[in-house]
T-cell receptor, first 112, second 115 residues
Framework: DVKVTQSSRYLVKRTGEKVFLECVQDMDHENMFWYRQDPGLGLRLIYFSYDVKMKEKGDIPEGYSVSREKKERFSLILESASTNQTSMYLC???????????FGPGTRLTVL | QKEVEQNSGPLSVPEGAIASLNCTYSDRGSQSFFWYRQYSGKSPELIMFIYSNGDKEDGRFTAQLNKASQYVSLLIRDSQPSDSATYLCAAEPGAGGTSYGKLTFGQGTILTVHP
């Protein structure tokens, strides 16, 4: 069974804090993605990774970085959290080729 | 920028009716298309994917693809209150390099099925 997990369902942080969001998949997928989802703006791609230590910027990478040291784990880092980064963050993974993305349960991050 | 547009909602249909959700895409090279369902507070889950022109049926769901018109639709027959959710259309970018499984998502259409 497909399984993508995220470290937290809800997270509250202060402005300026460094925030780590973790995502783990157990399907041996090469591709992993980080999105944020905001009302009226849909799903927006922040970063994606197609292999260990490989990463590419998505549509809105500013203020974020990522790390992929192991195939199963893809981390999203907010270097200095700001209130405009309050959002739902969704991780997804997919195998190579023409296939679907499988989503984790999401992390609702609030930055105060 | 390549875009995926969905018909603005919300869409409200009575129980038992057919719900029709529509989507257009701008990238003529796109080959693969996906419909996701997202319940409030939950993450998206795949309903159907379609690669070829025509219809693809899976139970009460039918996906339709017309590449010439750059149009994708999802029909839900015998709609149930449990179908009430946001439906996301997504397209995989076209040729011109490896897409690495990237998808471009529409903004979603909220469907409400009322008893």
């Amino acid at each position: 069974d497909v399984k993508v997990t995220q470290s937290s369902r809800y997270l509250v942080k202060r402005t300026g804090e460094k925030v780590f969001l973790e995502c783990v998949q157990d399907m041996d997928h090469e591709n992993m993605f980080w999105y944020r989802q905001d009302p009226g703006l849909g799903l927006r791609l922040i970063y994606f990774s197609y292999d260990v230590k490989m990463k590419e910027k998505g549509d809105i990478p500013e203020g974020y970085s990522v790390s992929r040291e192991k195939k199963e784990r893809f981390s999203l880092i907010l270097e200095s959290a700001s209130t405009n980064q309050t959002s739902m963050y969704l991780c997804a993974s997919s195998p190579p080729g023409r296939d679907t993305q499988y989503f984790g349960p999401g992390t609702r991050l609030t930055v105060l | 920028q390549k875009e995926v547009e969905q018909n603005s909602g919300p869409l409200s249909v009575p129980e038992g009716a057919i719900a029709s959700l529509n989507c257009t895409y701008s990238d003529r090279g796109s080959q693969s298309f996906f419909w996701y369902r997202q319940y409030s507070g939950k993450s998206p889950e795949l309903i159907m994917f379609i690669y070829s022109n025509g219809d693809k049926e899976d139970g009460r769901f039918t996906a339709q693809l017309n590449k010439a018109s750059q149009y994708v639709s999802l029909l839900i027959r015998d709609s149930q209150p449990s179908d009430s959710a946001t439906y996301l259309c997504a397209a995989e970018p076209g040729a011109g390099g490896t897409s690495y499984g990237k998808l471009t998502f529409g903004q979603g259409t909220i469907l409400t099925v009322h008893p």
